[in-house]
């Protein structure tokens, strides 16, 4: 299986503008991005996918970088611009503003693919803060792994532990918390992209309910990994104390 690896970067984010840029201990985020691709064992090749030719410019320097049309709403979108262009088998989808993204999440998700059509990553949620925090999201899966919906919310509801502490209900039941890397089948990818946005989307602003919505399987695989993502300015200082304390996500 020919599987392809697509960082989609935008320079204009609206909380940190030139984010793909930024420089973190040295390098451009979007190069450290690449690099932990680059090492994943299942991606044939990593290609940034952006809609500014600054971005272009810079990543031409460290992998295959490619221009895609402005007005993509949304990263699912404009890689899809760009597997219309390349001959392969599959996808996935790595989010720009993850600089240390594991290979090895990257490859387990590219595996699910060879069972599902689409998959994507969890991870055990074990912050306080987070299992009420609509900025995190939650998934719940099947005893086959696959996902039964996705939520800001917190999911499930534990109705004997609800007047519980929180420290009480995490302990009570294994709270699992999304991922935003997406693995698909080339044919699940277009096909996902043609249809409108779907009602459970649109209420809680998550694409990967427009696949659960058309019928389509997500294969949940679980890792031992958190992100550390660069939203704003300040995520950059996080993220070089992770680098210079040699911490491995």
């Known amino acids: 299986m020919r599987i392809l690896g697509i960082i989609p970067a935008r320079y204009a984010s609206s909380r940190f503008r030139g984010k793909p840029l930024a420089l973190i201990a040295g390098k451009p985020l979007i190069q450290h991005v690449v690099e932990r691709c680059q090492q994943a064992e299942s991606l044939a ?7 500014d030719t600054r971005v272009w410019e810079v990543a031409e320097g460290f992998c295959r970088a490619e221009m895609t049309a402005p007005g993509h709403p949304s990263g699912t979108d404009r890689i899809a611009e760009v597997v219309q262009r390349h001959p392969c088998d599959a996808v996935v989808n790595i989010q720009g503003d993850e600089p240390l993204i594991a290979p090895a999440v990257i490859d387990a998700v590219a595996g699910a693919l060879s069972q599902c059509a689409m998959s994507t990553a969890a991870t055990r949620l074990t912050s306080p ?22 939520s800001r ?3 499930p509801y534990l ?9 009480e209900q995490m302990a009570a039941f294994p709270f699992l918390k999304h991922l935003g890397i997406y693995g698909y089948r080339r044919d699940t990818l277009l096909r996902l992209v043609r249809a409108p946005v779907s009602p ?8 990967q309910l427009r696949a659960l919505e058309n019928g389509i399987p997500i294969a949940v695989v679980r890792v031992d990994y958190d ?23």
């Open 200 to 207: 459970l989307e649109q209420a809680e602003k998550l694409e």
């Open 129 to 150: 803060a987070e299992l009420e925090n609509p900025n995190t999201v939650k998934v719940v899966v099947n005893a086959a792994g696959h996902a039964l919906y996705f």
């Open 45 to 51: 090749e990593v290609i940034v996918a952006t809609d």
């Open 227 to 249: 992100s550390v993502g660069v939203d704003v300015p300040a995520d950059v200082v996080r993220v070089e104390r992770r680098l210079a304390g040699g911490r491995e996500e």
């Open 159 to 167: 109705r004997e532990a609800a007047t519980r502490s929180v420290d």
């Open 153 to 155: 919310r917190t999911i």
